[in-house]
Every structure is written in structure tokens, then in C-alpha cells.
């Protein structure tokens, strides 16, 4: 079955009610300002929260004073900095620690906004390795009798709050073993960033001081290596400064994962550094997927062509393929697949 005449088929199906030209004008100027707003260089307000247990037995409270006072240094005149540490106790809820770190993340204001959340300490997959468990002890008892949490359910309901709220992105940094256990079940989240730095060994184990450098005392170096630069930075940059210039082949599976649109978060090192745009609005190397719209309006309206003419002179690359005649009208685009991603609407073809 051809395209157009699946697209005829199932329109209801896939596209759901109809719209007019200038709902359709509106949604893309909304999706246009909110990527504008996700590109910007600067963050208004960094808010950094380090987690570590009070029981914990890898000397995890240094790791934690360590990173704070080390991403301390993005404070400037332009960007309001709040740091913070979060001691868990053995009798921890998980319901009542997600409710502290979604809130502590909700209460900033501002335009550009990012939430860092650290921790350190023991970790292990959940039953099922579906999830990833942290915990104040690992030993020779079994994770069910050790106080422990859920960090994958604290990372899902960031990943919500992130795509809710406009201007926020978040960023997680784990020091842990089996940390790449977080990054499974990974989805397209819609509007801002979210992004997961982590190590670990090809046997899922992290080094603790009691064993040589963390991840955190890597981490941290490369951070003020590349932060004494003068430039801007990210998380791929402190990637390859671990890997490079200290060459520890204890993280051979450090890595980086992004969701969303997938645009790296940048670290600034003074109030004057600028990077160049992030967002790649006009970028001959993103993949394009075709979508459509179902509008009331004929293909011969003057609404319709209007709308058309304005795709034609948009920022992003949007190409007008067909304006179908059904019941109504199918306005069939090629738009950038992180674009599609921001209007809500269905991929049709990938390519």
C-alpha cells in the first residue's frame, strides 16, 4: 500500500480530530520557541543535589563534599548556583526522598534552568535487572535486608518532571557499580534534556576509594581541566578527559546517554564564555521522519496557503510534501525528527 493511500485510509486513526491552519501556525511556533529556549547558552539557575548513605562503607561522604565544591565553580554573576548533600538514612522512603528532589527541582525559577543530581555509593540491578538499586551496603547479605532504593524510579520521575516543565533539563551523575542500569528502558521524552553520565566495568563494578580513584575524583579532575580552559563544555568533553589524559582502565564503559533531543547540556566557565548553537536548527546531518496534519480547511484555502507559505521561511527544515483532499485536508510534512518529537505527532516514515 502506497503512503498516500494508507494515509487516506487511516487518517482518523492516525491524526485524531481535525485542526485549522492556524492551530497548526500556533503549535509550531510554540514547538520553535520552547527548542529556542532549550538551546540557550546559559542556565539562569544551577541547582546541585549529591547523594550519599550515612552507612555507607566506600567513604562516599568525601565523593560527595568533592563534587559539590567541584561543580561549585559554574556559580558566576549570570547563574544563580544551590548546592546541596542529602544524607540517606537506613529507614529511607523512597516515596518521601522522590518527593524532596522532585520539589527542590520545581522550586527554581527561571527561563534555563538545571537540576544535577549526583550520587555515590553501592549499587545493584533489581531482581529482574530492570532497575537500579541503591544501597548503603552490598557485602555478603542479601539487597533485601540492606536498607536500599529504587535510583531508576527517582530517575523515571525527573524524566517526567523534565517533560512538564519549560526550561528545565536534568542532568544524573552516578557513582556506582551496575550504573548502566539506569540507562535501560530509555524513552523519547518531549521538550527539554535529560542526561546520565556514569562508569562502569565490562563485570558491572565500580572502584571505591578502598580499591583506587572513583568515578567521582575523575570526574571532578576532568571538570576543572575543562573548566579551567576558559570554554564551554560537555559531558562528552569530560568523557574524553577521563579516557585520555588519565587513561583509567577501570572505566573502560564510561558513557554518556542522552533523551530527549538528544542536545548536549554545556558547562560554562565564566559569565563571558559562549558557545556556538547548540540546537541544530539548520543541520544537514539530523535524520527527517514525515508526519501530517489533518486540517478542515481545502487544499485551495487561502488559510492553507498562508500556512504554507509561513513553513516555507520557518527556522527549521520543513518541507511540505502533499496537501491531500480527503473529507477535509492532509498536510503532509518532512520535518526534522527532533522537531516532529516536539509537536507531539505521529512519525509516519523515518528516513
Known sequence: MSLERHLRTHVEELLGDKVDSLSVRLKIENAITKMKIASADNYETISALSLHWDSDDTGSKLDSDLFIETISKLHCAKTKLETDIRILGNNESIFSL???????????????????LHYAGHGAPSNNASH????????????????????????????ELASTTSGLDILLILDCCCAATAG??????????????????????SNSRLDGITFTQSWCVAFETLFNRGKSFTCDDIHLCITKE???????????????????????????????????????????????????????????????????????????????????TLLVLRVPRYFQEALVLPRLVIF
Open 98 to 116: 522522590v518527593g524532596e528532589i522532585i520539589n527542590r527541582a520545581k522550586s527554581m525559577t527561571a527561563l534555563r534552568k538545571l537540576f544535577v
Open 132 to 159: 537500579l538499586i541503591i544501597t548503603s551496603t552490598i557485602c555478603n547479605e542479601p539487597l533485601a535486608t540492606a536498607p536500599h532504593l529504587n535510583m531508576s524510579y527517582i530517575k523515571e520521575s525527573l524524566r
Open 184 to 205: 535501560r528502558g530509555a524513552t523519547q521524552i518531549v521538550g527539554e534534556r535529560l542526561e546520565l553520565m556514569a562508569a562502569t566495568s565490562s563485570r558491572g563494578l
Open 246 to 328: 588519565q587513561e583509567l582502565e577501570q572505566f573502560p564503559g564510561l558513557f554518556v546517554l542522552r533523551e530527549g533531543w538528544k542536545v548536549p547540556i554545556s558547562f560554562h566557565s565564566s559569565a563571558n564564555s559562549i558557545s556556538s548553537p547548540s540546537f541544530p536548527f539548520a543541520s544537514g546531518t539530523q535524520s527527517f521522519v514525515v508526519t501530517a496534519f489533518h486540517l478542515v480547511e481545502s487544499p485551495d484555502s487561502r488559510a492553507l496557503q498562508e500556512l504554507v507559505a509561513y513553513l516555507e521561511h520557518s527556522p527549521v527544515q520543513i518541507s511540505v510534501i502533499a496537501a491531500l483532499p480527503i473529507s477535509s
